[in-house]
């Protein structure tokens, strides 16, 4: 009886593997400083009780990507569960002597500049591994950022959902409206990862986007 | 600065054309792409940047496109294709090409001569 439960149990396991769906992996994107971590941190936060990583003030916190499995959202009454990747920052340039105007010692802030460009190939490499992306922005910027741009094109360009969290709303420069003109195409909600203004309805969206 | 045209782009492939773009900037000059790069090329640039980034000389680009179109076209549904028409781009050393602005339709930027 026993040799036959445990068949029972075995195979049973053995078909949820085959056939479980895969969590949907979503990369959070976009320029350093945008509150990406931020985000990230909010999300486990909420569902998880737990954190991914520490922000700072200084560009270029994140320097590796991190990936959180199984992170389960719900919200109207639905429920998703995903693969979390908070990457670091993209950008075109990097230049150490932007890390010791912050106060940093020379060699420290070559490290910190040869890290940051290992973390920029890793969140491009990162591209080809997901199934959507939220990208943030910094609503007290300018949209159209060589950032946003290629990551929306990238994710256009492999027909994957994409979802845009305007962040920061709860500084007074903060336009999200302008981010909304600026790429009507796609989804947008304004937020505030830190205060965690508006984020049920990011919550909500997520669910509808990647669900 | 060079003006690039979308004829000589043509005849590259991808890598070559992110290895010509990112070898004409490191030597100093600006380059205006008619046609401008694909996203996926314009990742490729980004990555292949940050393998050369130096702290003794190369700091990394400063690249401007406008966002690239999708087409939509009674012809693209029908074939069910799905292509992204690219438009203008502008790279350059990042210590001599400096972007002020930049909507969906104008870039504005600054030019240094001199490093």
Redesign the interface.
């Known amino acids: 009886m026993g040799v036959i439960t445990s068949f029972k149990q075995n195979f049973s396991e053995f078909f949820k593997k085959l056939f479980r769906k895969k969590n949907a992996r979503i990369g959070i994107y976009g320029p350093p400083n945008a509150g990406k971590t931020t985000l990230a941190n909010r999300i486990l936060r909420d569902w998880t009780g737990d954190a991914m990583g520490s922000v700072s003030h200084i560009a270029h916190e994140t320097r590796r990507a991190r990936r959180r499995e199984g992170v389960t959202i719900k919200a109207n009454g639905h429920s998703i569960t995903l693969d979390i990747i908070d990457t670091p920052g ?7 002597h932007e890390f010791m105007e912050h106060g940093m010692e020379e060699s420290e802030a ?1 490290r910190r ?2 890290e940051a ?2 973390g ?2 890793e969140a ?2 990162w ?1 080809d591994n997901l199934d959507g992306v939220i990208l943030v922005m910094d609503a007290t910027e ?1 949209p ?3 950032v946003n ?2 990551v ?3 994710m ?2 492999r ?1 994957l959902p994409l979802l845009i969290a305007a962040n920061k709303i709860d500084l007074p420069e903060s336009s999200p409206g302008t981010i909304r003109d ?2 009507p ?1 796609h989804p947008m909600v304004a937020i505030s990862a830190l205060e965690g203004k508006n984020i049920d309805t990011l919550y909500e969206e997520i669910a509808k986007r990647f669900g | 600065m060079d003006l690039i045209s979308e004829e000589k782009l043509a005849e590259m492939a991808p890598v070559e054309k992110v290895r010509f773009i990112i070898d004409e900037v490191r030597s100093g000059k600006i380059l205006v792409l008619e046609k401008g790069l ?3 090329e ?3 640039l ?2 292949m ?3 050369l ?1 130096d ?1 003794e000389g190369f ?10 179109k ?1 087409d939509t076209s009674i012809f693209g549904k029908i074939l069910k294709k ?1 292509t ?1 028409r690219t438009r203008l781009t502008v790279v350059g050393p ?1 210590d001599q090409l400096k ?1 002020l ?4 339709n104008m870039i504005s930027a600054l030019l240094s001569a001199h490093k």
């Open positions: 993209l950008a075109t340039k990097i230049d150490f070559k500049a040869k460009t290992e920029v190939i491009v490499k591209l300018d159209y950022t060589q741009v290629t929306i094109g990238n256009e360009a027909k600026a790429f195409q | 694909t996203p996926e314009e990742a490729s980004i990555e940047t940050m393998t980034i702290p700091s990394g680009i400063e690249m401007e496109s406008y966002p690239s999708v799905h992204v990042a972007t602005k930049k909507d969906r």
